[in-house]
């Protein structure tokens, strides 16, 4: 039995890839969703769209569907502001690694076309069993894309600007700074 194309791709690979991807990308200071999805979709010299959405229990937390037109991301309208960025960022990741999706998630399981429905009530049905097949992921494409969205995460909570720790600061605080501190301080896990 062969093994799965996600365990044959290291941690290492994937971090690896991700901070490349994340490192090629410029954020607005101080981060601003549209800002940032505007001048992404610039540079791809294609639309994209977000759409909040009222998710119905057990639906997707966000999703991204690409159509002929422009690229989608739909998010909750009821969560948290840092819930929202991090879906936003987590969709992107997927963009920017170039994910075309598949007809079945990680799971096995295809997102269901009356959830979709209910949350993309503005769009044809035809348009949403269309685009549904190619909105799931596999389990490494996941998991390059939230590896994408924590690290620009990072970047928006934490400017770019090296920094060094107040004097006096003890050694164990030092430590962690340099596990969670500036880009020029990052290590490989």
């Not at 969560?79 to 990741?93: Q, S, Y």
Request: with cysteine; charged share 25%.
């Amino acid at each position: 039995m062969a093994r799965p194309s996600w365990r044959r791709r290291s941690s290492r690979t994937l971090w690896e890839r991700a901070r490349q991807v994340a490192d090629a990308v410029s954020l607005p200071e101080p981060f601003d969703a549209e800002a940032f999805v505007a001048a992404l979709a610039a540079g791809r010299g294609r639309p994209i769209e977000l759409m909040p959405v009222s998710a119905p229990e057990g639906a997707p937390c966000g999703l991204l569907m690409s159509t002929e037109r422009a690229d989608y991301i739909l998010y909750p309208a009821n969560t948290t502001a840092l819930h929202r960025r991090h879906i936003l960022l987590h969709e992107v990741g997927h963009l920017l690694c170039g994910h075309t999706g598949a007809d079945a998630g990680a799971d096995g399981v295809a997102i269901d076309a009356a959830a979709g429905r209910q949350l993309m009530p503005h769009l044809s049905p035809e348009l949403v069993r269309r685009v549904l097949g190619r909105t799931t992921y596999t389990e490494v494409e996941e998991r390059e894309a939230e590896l994408v969205a924590t690290l620009l995460a990072q970047r928006v909570v934490r400017p770019e600007e090296p920094r060094e720790p107040a004097p006096g600061v003890p050694d164990g605080v030092r430590r962690f700074d340099s596990v969670f501190g500036g880009r020029s301080r990052r290590r490989m896990p």
